[in-house]
C-alpha cells in the first residue's frame, strides 16, 4: 500500500520577520558616567546660560543698589569714614527746602515735556500711517533726533535761547515780544529745558505709535467708513482705544524718563556756568543728587535721594500696574455682558 509523503513540520525553518531585532537592545545602564553626565548636562545647561546675565546684574546693578542703600543710612563723606546716622538723612531731606524745590522742578519739567511730546508723537504717528510719498525716508527722518546726543541738543538750544543773541528772541521781537530771559527765569528756563526733551524724544515715541497702529485691524475702518465716519472721528474712536496699551506704556516710560532727568538741565546752565539755575529754578532729583554726591561730598545724603527716586519709579510702576488691571477687568465685563 503506497503512502504519501508528508513535509515534516517540525523541520520546517523559523519565520524571521523582516526589521525585527535578531538580538535583545542592550538598556542603558543608568548608573554609568555617561548616563550620569548626560543628565547633569540637561539640566544644567540652561543655567549655564542665563548665568552670564546674572552675573553682570549682580556686579552693576544689585551690588550698588544694596551698597547705595547702605550708604543713605551712613553719613559718609569723601575720603572719610561711615557714621550710622540711621534715617537721618531721609529726615534732612524731608525738612530741606532744596529737595522740595527740586521734588517740584522734576514734576513740572517732567509734565510740560511729557504732555506735549505724547500728544505731538500720536498725531505724527497718524499721519506717517497714511500711504504718503516717500513715508519711508519721513519714518527715519524723524528718529533723527533721537539719535542725536544730548550734549549736542542740549548746546544748541542753549544758543537757541540764549537771552542776548538767541534766534528766539529775534522771532519774538518781530511779533512784537520783548526779549525773555531764558536762562534766570523759572518758568521760561523749564519750558526751554522741556523744548530739548519733546524735540528729542516725540520722534521716538512717533514710531512706536506707528507700529502700534499698523497691528490695527482695516476691517474697523473699512466698517467706520461704511457708516459715514471721519477719518478724525475713526482716530478718536478706533484708533486711539485700539492702541491703549501703547499709550499707557509710553506714558510710564516718559514719566521715569522725566524722573531721571539730569544731562538736558545740567548742560543748558552749564554753558553758563550755573548747572540747575543760578536760583535753582531747574534743579532736578538727579542734578540734587549730583550735587550732594559729587559737589559737596555728602554721599550718605546723595544715596538717599537716589532711593526716594527709587521709591518713586516702583510707585509710578504700580500706578501702571493698577491701570493696566483696571482696563482688563473693564474689557472681560464687556465680554461677559455681551
Known amino acids: ?36 553626565l548626560y543628565r547633569i548636562d540637561l539640566k544644567a545647561t540652561p543655567y549655564v546660560y542665563v548665568a552670564p546675565f546674572f552675573l553682570v546684574f549682580a556686579a552693576f546693578g544689585l551690588f550698588p543698589l544694596v ?66 510719498r516717500g513715508r519711508g525716508f519721513y519714518r527715519v527722518a524723524v528718529l533723527a533726533p533721537y539719535a542725536t546726543s544730548i550734549a549736542a541738543a542740549a548746546l544748541v538750544f542753549a544758543q537757541l535761547f540764549n537771552t542776548d543773541y538767541g534766534l528766539i528772541n529775534q522771532l519774538l521781537g518781530y511779533v512784537g515780544i520783548d526779549a525773555v530771559n531764558w536762562e534766570t527765569e ?3 528756563a523749564q519750558i526751554a529745558i522741556s523744548t530739548i526733551v519733546t524735540w528729542r524724544w516725540t520722534g521716538y515715541n512717533a514710531l512706536i505709535y506707528l507700529a502700534a497702529m499698523q497691528a490695527v485691524p482695516n476691517d474697523l475702518y473699512e466698517a467706520a467708513a461704511l457708516d459715514g465716519a ?12 485700539s492702541i491703549k496699551p501703547t499709550i499707557l506704556f509710553t506714558i510710564v516710560v516718559s514719566t521715569i524718563g522725566a524722573t531721571q532727568l539730569f544731562g538736558e538741565p545740567l548742560i543748558f546752565g552749564g554753558s553758563l556756568g550755573i548747572g540747575g539755575g543760578s536760583g535753582n529754578q531747574y534743579q532736578t532729583l538727579s542734578l540734587l543728587m ?18 526716594v527716586m527709587l521709591l518713586l519709579l516702583l510707585l509710578i510702576g504700580l500706578v501702571q500696574y493698577l491701570l493696566g488691571r483696571s482696563g482688563r477687568g473693564k474689557k472681560k465685563d464687556g465680554a461677559a455682558r455681551s
Open 290 to 307: 549730583y550735587e550732594k554726591g559729587w559737589i559737596t561730598g555728602a554721599l550718605g545724603q546723595a544715596s538717599a535721594i537716589a532711593w
Open 67 to 132: 551698597y547705595t542703600g547702605w550708604l543713605s543710612l551712613q553719613k559718609v563723606e569723601l575720603g572719610g569714614e561711615a557714621e550710622w546716622r540711621g534715617l537721618d538723612n531721609y529726615i534732612r531731606l524731608w525738612d530741606s527746602d532744596f529737595f522740595w524745590n527740586a521734588l517740584a522742578n522734576t514734576f513740572t519739567i517732567g509734565l510740560i515735556s511729557t504732555v506735549p511730546q505724547l500728544l505731538m508723537a500720536l498725531g505724527l504717528a497718524h499721519l506717517l500711517n497714511y500711504r504718503i
Open 186 to 188: 523759572k518758568w521760561p
Open 1 to 36: 500500500m503506497a503512502t504519501s509523503l508528508q513535509p515534516d513540520q517540525d523541520a520546517s525553518p523559523p519565520v524571521v520577520l523582516s526589521g525585527s531585532p535578531k538580538e535583545p537592545k542592550k538598556h542603558r545602564d543608568p548608573d554609568s558616567w555617561r548616563s550620569r
Open 230 to 241: 471721519s477719518r478724525f472721528r475713526q482716530f478718536i474712536s478706533i484708533t486711539i482705544p
